[in-house]
């Protein structure tokens, strides 16, 4: 019988007279997968950063209820203190430093180092780098998750999801490992290197590494979970083995109700076809780091949900950031017939053309400024809304702005405290409803979304995709929806364009079979 690794017993968490933990336990023992899983707000999160001692959790009161390691009971106060014990963690949000290189991120605080004149005399601390063997052991590590990359590249040449194999890199190099934390690994990966990583789990249990596994990929859960612990609003509902779970199944557990996405379905392509194109992408190239366009070539009908999918690294996010200006970008949009200046996104947006960016935190969201602010702010700064004229002078009108983002908040079923909260204390898919209600207070003619239900639980995404689709259906608004989830992608819009290899391989129908999409997202001819 396996050795119980960790056990979790009656975890209690409280801000203030919030309280967002609700005598939550789980167990787990050597070499034992478990799916800690939940709609956004559920407590995942917070549970694991009480087993990482993370500040946020020393800082606020701490927790209580019993932690034991090995069999001993244990007190977590710091990251420090569970990194020593053997516990390991991938961020669904990246932790590295991207001006470093690979290998100066997975060695970081774990430096090898050798001895030379002064350390010999002064002390180890003292010794030299010895890059060699910090390089080979790195190597080793990207060896284990099948990442063919050089350790020498820096973070910031590479693609997001190059990035998420970094960050599981990191963790696998470490020699005392114990128990690694999976926090949304595959968000960001397309479904090769899914398969890649959940090959790379099974490999790690083998060897007696013990880990619990975050997801709102509920097939993914199924496939590498031996027990799957569902929360609610901070409580435990259920520890199930695996074989007693299907999608439908745990998708009810977590949220409390069925799920289903088929009641969302695209329009004939006649009635597609026979509106006004809107847009013209002509030749576009992108320059996009590890999603550069080659010359995309697409045509936008006016009212339509467009999807834009492929494998990362294709192209396929370079086509809103690239007309956005986030990069640099050339080639010819024309927008109602007149050339677009894509390359002053100001100017864009004063269009009339709003964005959502797959990057919520680097790119979407002031996360030190209250949630009113965010949500307002676009329609503030390019419409100017939300302001009281004096004669010579204005000010914000504070009761305006506290009104829409009650509105969206309420609308949009944004878990949070108050519009005074800051974004940066809220779920990923709490953050993401917020800039998809920024975007529709700005309200554009055409709105390109970029990932909108990354890393988001099944809840949520229902939540955001018939959003979505009432916002095109009940305003009119010409949406582009880039997304790795191909179902989705299948489930909400009218026409979808793969891309591959940084150009528009061909436009499909979202009834086109399955073989046909992943042959053609491969790069093949359906």
């Known amino acids: 019988m396996q050795k119980v690794i960790l056990e979790m017993k009656n975890i209690e968490k409280a801000y203030g007279s919030s309280k967002v933990l609700k005598g939550v336990s789980l167990e787990i023992s ?66 590295l430093l991207p001006t470093y290189t690979i290998t100066e991120n997975v060695k970081l605080n774990r430096e090898i180092t050798k001895t030379n004149v002064i350390s010999r005399v002064l002390g180890k601390d003292l010794g030299t780098l010895d890059k060699a063997q910090m390089r080979r052991e790195t190597q080793e590590a990207l060896d284990k998750i099948h990442l063919n990359v050089n350790p020498s590249t820096q ?37 090769v290197e899914s398969t890649w990583l959940l090959d790379t789990i ?133 927008y109602k017939g007149e050339a677009l200046p894509f390359q002053k996104p100001l100017e864009v947006l004063k269009k009339g053309i709003g964005f959502v960016s797959e990057d919520r935190r680097g790119v979407g969201l002031l996360l030190d400024e209250s949630i009113k602010l965010n949500i307002c702010l676009l329609a503030m700064r390019i419409k100017k809304h939300f302001f009281k004229s004096f004669g010579l002078f204005g000010q914000m009108d504070q009761k305006e702005m506290r009104r829409i983002s009650d509105d969206m908040i309420k609308e949009m079923e944004i878990k949070c405290v108050s519009c005074d909260q800051h974004p940066a204390a809220l779920s990923g898919g709490n953050q993401q409803k917020v800039c998809i209600a920024r975007a529709v207070v700005f309200n554009p003619d055409v709105l390109f979304v970029s990932e909108p239900t990354r890393g988001i639980d099944i809840g949520a995404k229902k939540v955001i995709l018939d959003y979505l689709k009432n916002l095109n259906r009940e ?21 979808i364009a793969v891309v591959y290899d940084g150009k528009v391989k061909t436009v499909l129908q979202p009834t086109d079979s399955d073989e046909k999409f992943g042959l053609l997202m491969s790069g093949l001819d359906a």
């Open 155 to 191: 973070i910031k040449s590479m693609s997001v999801g190059y990035k998420q194999f970094v960050e599981i890199a990191r963790e696998i190099d470490k020699k005392n490992i114990k128990l690694i934390v999976f926090d949304e690994p595959t968000a960001v990966l397309t479904d």
């Open 475 to 495: 305003k009119g608004i010409t949406i582009v929806i880039t997304s790795s989830e191909l179902t989705e992608l299948r489930s909400l819009c009218d026409r």
């Open 30 to 95: 050597e070499g034992e997968v478990i799916s800690l899983v939940g709609e956004n707000g559920a407590g995942k999160s917070t549970l694991m950063n009480v087993l990482f001692g993370m500040p946020g959790i020393v800082n606020t009161g701490g927790y209580q209820g019993e932690i034991r390691w090995e069999g001993q009971p244990v007190k977590m106060t710091s990251p420090h203190q569970a990194m020593n014990l053997g516990i390991g963690m991938v961020h669904q949000e990246f932790m």
């Open 202 to 334: 099974k490999e790690i249990t083998a060897a007696g590494v013990a880990v619990i596994f975050i997801s709102h990929k509920l097939n993914e859960v199924l496939e590498i979970s031996d027990k799957i612990v569902i929360l609610r609003d901070g409580e435990l509902v259920a520890t199930r083995p695996k074989s007693e779970m299907d999608v439908k199944s745990l998708a009810k557990l977590m949220v409390g109700r069925n799920v289903d996405f088929s009641e969302l379905a695209g329009r004939p392509a006649a009635e597609i076809e026979s509106k006004e194109v809107i847009m013209q992408i002509k030749d576009l190239k992108v320059n996009m780091p590890g999603e550069n366009a080659k010359g995309i070539n697409l045509d936008i009908h006016k009212g339509e949900i467009l999807g834009l999918c492929g494998l990362a690294g294709q192209g396929k996010l370079a086509v809103s950031n690239g007309i956005s200006g986030m990069y640099p970008a050339s080639g010819e949009v024309l």
